[in-house]
């Protein structure tokens, strides 16, 4: 140890400040675990995924290991078993850790297998953030959003707490993981937080009696192909406060949701074109993002993403190389989605305003198209408990007879 740079004693150059407290406490604790355990897993043969630092990746020949950190709870996973028990033997050998077997749950998440898919959901948590709030026993709703807020507006004992009120918007951003029809509500009361009104908390209650009819809901992964393909939509001046634009967007990989964010755009739009564009320059980026990510687990994309959306303007605009007077407030945007379609890494294509799916993610509708555009997104009840309910209706049938 020496003394600091600025802050040297002239007197006694040797001596060092003697140590009472650490200043971090344990805060540094999990990163350096995380130092610790990667820097094993590097010298064993594992390297650092270039998407995600928590995802570790083993190549040798045509075998592929994937393990996830997430501080102490890790996930591993590939294509040879005997390679993974040697790999767990020799982590086992060298930290305290406790093989868990086949997973059933990571990180709050419920992971249901069947022979040919999985299903993701999060029931547990979302119960847990229905007794917080009080309404475990409410009755449920079809509907987490309305179009029309009521005038009448009772307040909410519980929910018109602005800590309890935040602490509930937190978790259920959580939720969206394996929820994504809820996204666009979450996104709404998320912009409230520090000052949530009535209003506010009305619509929370709503998305909280839509949880408690739809706890057993989630995602399914099923094998099918591995083409990318995207859709891209915009609410033009959406809110009615700043007027700005809600851009909306997700991607599947065949038929698997991978990517679905929602967002308020940063300036005002002054056309529907200007602010779909946006949102469509949004999804590029990301489109390239996953193109990436997929030729890193080796599934290149080797024709152009198709990329859906229901403007004929933004279409036309992408496609045209005249850049004109009206659109020069958007030109950086522009050259970005014209450059990655010269390069033939997307390709832009019409999609009818009802089947377009983005819907769900930028605007208020009403219950029959909420629901179709749900099921587009493949978020759906647990096979497990339709199953039960359908064995149970035949019995029932049985007993009548």
């Given at each position: 140890m020496q003394q600091p740079k600025g802050f040297k004693y002239s007197m006694h150059p040797d001596h060092v400040c003697r140590f009472h407290k650490a200043i971090y406490g344990l805060k540094q604790a999990p990163r350096q675990w995380y130092n610790t355990f990667t820097s094993h897993l590097v010298s064993i043969g594992f390297s650092h995924s270039t998407s995600d630092p928590s995802l570790l990746v083993f190549r040798k020949l045509q075998t592929k290991i994937f393990i996830l950190i997430y501080v102490d709870d890790i996930l591993i996973t590939g294509n040879n078993s005997d390679i993974i028990n040697t790999i767990l033997d020799q982590l086992i050998h060298k930290f305290a850790m406790k093989q868990l077997g086949e997973v059933h749950s990571f990180l709050g998440i419920q992971i249901d297998r069947t022979a040919h898919s999985y299903f993701l959901s999060q029931k547990a948590y979302a119960t847990s953030i229905l007794q917080l709030a009080q309404l475990i026993d409410c009755n449920p709703l079809a509907n987490p959003s309305c179009s029309k807020l009521p005038q009448d507006l009772q307040p909410d004992t519980v929910l018109s707490d602005p800590m309890l009120y935040r602490r509930i918007t937190g978790s259920l951003q959580y939720l969206t993981l394996t929820r994504?029809?809820?996204?666009?509500?979450?996104?709404?009361?998320?912009?409230?937080?520090?000052?949530?009104?009535?209003?506010?908390?009305?619509?929370?209650?709503?998305?909280?009696?839509?949880?408690?009819?739809?706890?057993?809901?989630?995602?399914?992964?099923?094998?099918?192909?591995?083409?990318?393909?995207?859709?891209?939509?915009?609410?033009?001046?959406?809110?009615?406060?700043?007027?700005?634009?809600?851009?909306?967007?997700?991607?599947?990989?065949?038929?698997?949701?991978?990517?679905?964010?929602?967002?308020?755009?940063?300036?005002?739009?002054?056309?529907?074109?200007?602010?779909?564009?946006?949102?469509?320059?949004?999804?590029?980026?990301?489109?390239?993002?996953?193109?990436?990510?997929?030729?890193?687990?080796?599934?290149?994309?080797?024709?152009?993403?198709?990329?859906?959306?229901?403007?004929?303007?933004?279409?036309?605009?992408?496609?045209?190389?005249?850049?004109?007077?009206?659109?020069?407030?958007?030109?950086?945007?522009?050259?970005?989605?014209?450059?990655?379609?010269?390069?033939?890494?997307?390709?832009?294509?019409?999609?009818?305003?009802?089947?377009?799916?983005?819907?769900?993610?930028?605007?208020?509708?009403?219950?029959?198209?909420?629901?179709?555009?749900?099921?587009?997104?493949?978020?759906?009840?647990?096979?497990?408990?339709?199953?039960?309910?359908?064995?149970?209706?035949?019995?029932?049938?049985?007993?009548?007879?």
């Open positions: 994504p029809n809820i996204s666009y509500s979450v996104n709404c009361l998320s912009q409230h937080m520090h000052q949530p009104l009535p209003e506010h908390t009305f619509l929370l209650k709503r998305l909280l009696r839509y949880l408690k009819g739809t706890l057993d809901f989630g995602i399914p992964i099923n094998k099918s192909n591995l083409s990318l393909k995207s859709f891209s939509d915009a609410d033009w001046a959406g809110d009615p406060s700043s007027r700005k634009s809600t851009s909306g967007y997700c991607s599947y990989l065949g038929d698997n949701l991978i990517s679905w964010p929602v967002k308020k755009q940063t300036t005002v739009a002054r056309s529907s074109t200007e602010s779909e564009y946006r949102s469509l320059a949004a999804l590029v980026a990301d489109v390239i993002w996953l193109r990436r990510i997929l030729s890193n687990f080796d599934i290149p994309q080797d024709q152009p993403t198709d990329i859906f959306c229901n403007n004929t303007s933004v279409i036309a605009l992408a496609n045209n190389p005249v850049f004109h007077a009206r659109t020069k407030h958007i030109e950086i945007d522009h050259r970005f989605v014209r450059d990655h379609i010269q390069q033939q890494s997307i390709r832009l294509l019409p999609i009818s305003t009802i089947d377009q799916v983005v819907d769900i993610f930028t605007k208020p509708l009403s219950t029959p198209r909420f629901q179709l555009l749900r099921n587009k997104l493949s978020v759906t009840q647990d096979p497990s408990v339709c199953r039960g309910l359908l064995e149970h209706n035949i019995q029932t049938a049985h007993l009548s007879i």
